[in-house]
């Protein structure tokens, strides 16, 4: 009984002590996570790509709801404005119609050209479109989630785009979920031409809704306005994909505004581009409803 | 001790994991693509603003394990390549622990002293956050956005807390240890 009596009284004083150092233990613990995550990142990188796998499913089970949700919002936005909005819209088809008659004449032309002098083109691009399921966003990061994976043949640095332009590229990989590090991100780093003077320069992202150029050559020559495409340097980006457009120019820095419209993405396409892009994901098959498809695209 | 039946095993285990369960959910919708104005800037301090009230309402049901793992999972599924991953658990335990110590001025008073305290424990969770991640990925990160992430949660908190809190109002284990089982309905304790 004297023995029980004693067992129970250590028993709860080891309890005690627990409870005592309970917050130290658990600060020290996620103490103990950072500094993990800091010296091992191919861990963090295994641990965050599993999170994403699981956390998928059920994001894309809320996503269209959520969906919903944001086309009533946008909705009633433009509710507001929809007179001058069809106005406007007027007045760009009847611009860009006349563009489409150029555009297929050039067409016509530099295929014609092409033929004369023999010209060999790059790898041939396929897109795999994919939905964002889920946002990254917050004051440090600026990404999305999609609903695609190793499966469909998605891998890290793949270029991912919009239809206006460039929206980021392929950060992280699960298998049947990724995430993209958009070109806003603070991490990103982008190298890319100045279409008019085909001059060389990196764009960076700092989290907010412009970018940063930072010229290789001189800031002499970029003026507002000005076009700024992907230089397809450095891998598996393709060469001409519209990034943004110069807004100002300034001492010693020129902001970018990028073209692609990150308030309202719901649905992008990853591009599958070189060595992959030739050999695997299926092609020529029909778009699921999912909207997931590896359609071969010129 | 009395059998319990089933709904009464299913209840204990919907009041035992509630809490958890909430948090998880809020974890999750961090990350939902939703695209209302000011609002999505708050989501991901949501889980922070779930973890004050529950600590508030039923500590007991959110414990410091938990918390850590939801933290880290906050993290992995937020954080950007090089983001610390634990900061989030680091301040979800921060904030329990803060409202637990200080439970005589925070429950049973006015809610404008919640309010304030929530006011007070979420900028300490959004510097820590943002100190941690600038001093992680060695940059300057601009504190607007933080800071804006701030005071949209601080002015939607009236809105949720109220909602949550509603946990603690049906929860039989609030009536005092030693009277639990004997109360009838409808009896009240002082």
């Not at chain 1, 014609?112 to 889920?134: C, H, K, Q």
Request: glycine share 10%; charged share 20%; with cysteine.
């Amino acid at each position: 009984m004297a023995i029980r009596d004693e067992f129970e009284v250590a028993a709860g004083q080891v309890r005690a002590a627990v409870q005592r150092f309970a917050l130290g233990l658990l600060v020290i613990a996620a103490f103990g996570a950072m500094l993990v995550g800091k010296a091992d990142t191919v861990l963090v990188e295994h641990a965050r790509v599993l999170a994403l796998d699981l956390a998928s499913p059920v994001l894309e089970a809320i996503a269209r709801p959520v969906a919903v949700a944001n086309r009533t919002i946008a909705d009633l936005k433009e509710f507001a404005s929809l007179r001058e909005e069809n106005a406007r819209l007027r007045e760009e088809n009847a611009r860009l119609l006349a563009w489409q008659t150029a555009a297929r004449r050039l067409e016509n032309e530099n295929e014609g050209l092409r033929g004369l002098a023999n010209f060999r083109e790059g790898p041939e691009a396929s897109f795999i479109t994919a939905r964002i399921v889920g946002d990254s966003v917050s004051a440090y990061v600026r990404g999305a989630l999609l609903n695609v994976g190793r499966r469909v043949g998605v891998a890290p640095g793949q270029a991912v785009v919009t239809g206006e332009g460039l929206a980021g590229r392929i950060a992280e990989v699960g298998d049947n979920s990724s995430r993209v590090l958009f070109v806003t991100d603070v991490n990103s780093r982008l190298p890319v031409l100045i279409e008019r003077t085909r001059e060389r320069a990196i764009l960076a992202g700092d989290n907010s809704s412009q970018l940063r150029l930072t010229l290789l050559q001189s800031l002499q020559g970029v003026q507002r306005g000005d076009r700024i495409i992907t230089s397809g340097h450095g891998g598996s980006f393709p060469v001409g994909i519209p990034v943004g457009e110069v807004v100002g120019t300034g001492e010693g820095h020129v902001r970018v505004r990028p073209f692609a419209d990150f308030s309202r993405l719901e649905f992008v396409r990853v591009v599958d581009y070189g060595v992959t892009g030739l050999v695997s994901g299926p092609q020529g098959t029909p778009s699921t409803p999912s909207g997931v498809a590896g359609q071969r695209v010129r | 001790m009395k059998a319990d039946g089933l709904l009464a095993v299913l209840d204990r285990w919907g009041r035992a994991t509630l809490p958890g369960a909430v948090l998880l959910f809020f974890v999750l919708l961090t990350l939902a693509p939703l695209r209302a104005p000011y609002l999505s800037d708050a989501l991901p301090l949501l889980p922070a603003l779930v973890v004050f009230q529950f600590s508030l309402a039923t500590p007991e049901r959110l414990p410091g394990p938990l918390l850590l793992a939801m933290g880290i999972l906050l993290d992995l599924l937020l954080g950007g390549p090089g983001a610390p991953v634990g900061v989030s658990a680091l301040g979800f335990v921060l904030i329990r622990a803060a409202v637990v110590a200080n439970r005589r001025y925070l429950v049973g008073v006015p809610f404008l002293f919640q309010w304030f305290g929530f006011c007070l424990l979420s900028l300490g969770f959004v510097i820590l956050v943002w100190g941690f991640t600038a001093l992680w990925t060695w940059t300057a990160i601009d504190p607007v956005p933080a800071l804006i992430q701030y005071v949209v949660v601080v002015v939607i908190y009236p809105l949720i807390a109220p909602w949550l809190a509603r946990v603690r109002a049906r929860d039989p284990l609030n009536v005092p240890e030693p009277s639990r089982g004997t109360a009838r309905p409808g009896e009240t304790t002082s």
